[in-house]
């Protein structure tokens, strides 16, 4: 089983950045696609972006602009650059990847436990 441990949330004024990121360990594995989501108090978790093996990232259209997503596949760890953050981008964020183990022909879909990120007004 390959494990995804998030790191890098906080607290932050309106108008800063913080940069996440998101290893995964484990053995023998690979990954395919990798991304990023988030969950505010009381709402669905959102979509914010996907990145492929390859480095081509997809985003929510909402989340363009401000976010960056971004992959080592050295270190199987995926990064999400954020600024100008605002009050509503205060939730928990969550990564998660495709997970490919030894040569299995299936992928299955390993989330993180998630990181805070608080942005004060």
């Not at 390959?2 to 023998?28: P, T």
């Not at 988030?38 to 978790?45: E, N, T, Y």
């Not at 509503?88 to 299936?106: H, I, K, L, M, P």
Request: with cysteine.
């Amino acid at each position: 089983q390959v494990h995804l441990v998030e790191s890098g949330g906080g607290l932050v004024q309106a108008g800063g950045s913080l940069r996440l990121s998101c290893a995964a360990s484990g053995s023998d594995f690979s990954i395919n696609t990798m991304g990023w989501y988030r969950q505010a108090p009381g709402k669905q978790r959102d979509f914010i972006a996907v990145i492929t093996s390859e480095g081509r990232a997809n985003y929510a259209d909402s989340m363009k602009g401000r976010f960056t997503i971004s992959r080592d596949n050295a270190k199987n760890t995926v990064y999400l650059q954020m600024n100008s953050l605002k009050p509503e981008d205060t939730a928990v964020y969550y990564c998660n990847a495709e997970v490919r183990e030894g040569s299995s022909v299936f992928l299955y879909t390993s989330w993180g436990q998630g990181t805070q990120v608080t942005v004060s007004s």
